[in-house]
């Protein structure tokens, strides 16, 4: 499988980008309007890890959605590696949508139940018509094994993985048309710290051996600083803060990310890998 040319650009610009929801209190025809996004504007690296994190309703995970254009902005431009997202259709879609992967929290959900482990892995290749029958099964057999699953489970349904290994599986499949940017949504909610840790270690290794870009969306600023080069903050559809993850523990500059830093116990790594 041959990629396409990889560009000097930034791997994502996002400028001035809005959207807001309608939405209608219950047992009342009374609506309001809610400003998921008001005014992003943010520049991921490539090969970097960038983490936004923020309460549950903060609009991170709106931005997430809207740079796999998976949700519409009202206002502002997003671009992907110098091409405007929001101008791309047809063909020139389907080919950016490829590099662009993102991993759900919920993988009991995220994975269709009724596949196998194999064919959850060449979904995406037989969608996008990406090789023949017998080159999509050596994929998922390599797949299975860069990110640590014995390929003889390719048999297994979603519910005979563990969840540690069921977000291995997502991760496998995300990878399967050699993307360049993931986008990982929670991914490490729910997972225990001993396998927090092994993801960690995993989607470094990934990221070193593949030149992958991360955009980690999280509530978890304790765990994100041992992930990300650079954490933005989310509070109510804004970044009120932004900087490698030292500058914002040793001197946070805004009410958001203090309450953030206090809501950590000790402050310590939750993967033990020392004092923040």
């Known amino acids: 499988m041959v990629a396409d040319m990889v560009t000097t650009e930034p791997v994502i610009r996002v400028q001035g980008l809005r959207k807001t929801y309608v939405h209608e209190r219950p047992f009342s025809r009374e609506k309001f309007v809610v400003r998921a996004l008001d005014g992003i504007d943010l ?3 490539a090969g970097s890890s960038f983490a936004l994190v923020g309460e549950s309703g ?3 995970s709106t931005l997430a959605l809207c740079m796999a254009r998976l949700e519409q902005p009202g206002e502002g431009r997003i671009w992907f590696e110098g091409q405007d997202l929001f101008r791309l259709s047809g063909p020139e879609l389907m080919r950016v949508r490829r590099h662009i992967q993102l991993i759900f929290q919920g993988t009991a959900a995220a994975l269709n139940p009724r596949f ?10 037989r969608i996008q018509s990406v090789g023949t029958r017998t080159e999509q099964r050596d994929r998922a057999v390599h797949l299975m094994e860069k990110v640590g699953l014995p390929p003889v489970w390719l048999s297994r349904r979603p519910h005979q993985f563990s969840g540690g290994q069921r ?3 997502a991760i496998a499949r995300a990878l399967a048309l050699e993307p360049r940017l993931l986008i990982l949504d929670e991914a490490f909610t729910g997972l225990d710290l ?3 840790a092994q993801m960690v270690a995993l989607l470094r290794d990934l990221q070193s051996r593949e030149n992958l870009t991360y ?3 999280s509530h978890d600023l304790s765990l994100m600083a041992h992930v990300a080069d650079e954490i933005a903050i989310f509070d109510r559809g804004r970044i009120v803060e932004q900087g490698q993850p030292s500058r914002l523990f040793s001197n946070p500059c805004q009410p958001e990310t203090r309450a953030l830093l206090e ?3 000790g402050r310590r790594s939750v993967l033990g890998l020392g004092q923040s």
């Open 116 to 125: 196998s482990a194999e064919e959850i892995i060449i979904e995406p290749l």
């Open 43 to 45: 520049v991921i690296s």
């Open 58 to 60: 903060s609009g991170k």
């Open 215 to 217: 955009v980690f969306i």
């Open 263 to 265: 809501a950590i116990p």
């Open 194 to 196: 001993s396998i927090q």
């Open 167 to 169: 977000q291995r599986l």
